[in-house]
Nanobody, 115 residues
Framework: VQLQASGGGLVQAGGSLRLSCVVSGIASEDVSVMSWYRQAPGKQRELVADITSGGAANYGISVKGRFTISRDNAKNAVYLQMNNLNPEDTDVYLC?????????YGQGTQVTVSS
């Protein structure tokens, strides 16, 4: 199973980015919850948002109202639209899926927000 994240980069405060993560090697029917986490070196991994196969979304307090998670079950993909970014959002963003095999993580994509 592979989780390929993309879309990170450098953006100024107030800007936007859209992250994508495509899951391969497992059927979409076997993927229940799709999630985005973020983690900086030496810090605990933080849940950014997750979404069920039925489309119910949940957000971390620090991103609620600014980020939107979505998924395309046909493409086995999850997306994260990030608006009004601030320097505190600088992190490595990891996509993750919950499957019958357990929770799996991808390698992540770096998001850097300059002030």
């Amino acid at each position: 199973v592979q989780l390929q994240a993309s879309g990170g980069g450098l953006v100024q405060a107030g800007g936007s980015l859209r992250l994508s993560c495509v899951v391969s090697g497992i059927a979409s029917e076997d993927v229940s919850v799709m999630s985005w986490y973020r983690q900086a070196p030496g810090k605990q991994r933080e849940l950014v948002a997750d979404i069920t196969s039925g489309g119910a979304a949940n957000y971390g307090i620090s991103v609620k109202g600014r980020f939107t998670i979505s998924r395309d079950n046909a493409k086995n993909a999850v997306y994260l639209q990030m608006n009004n970014l601030n320097p505190e959002d600088t992190d490595v963003y990891l996509c993750s899926v919950l499957t019958s095999r357990g929770r799996l993580y991808g390698q992540g994509t770096q998001v850097t927000v300059s002030s």
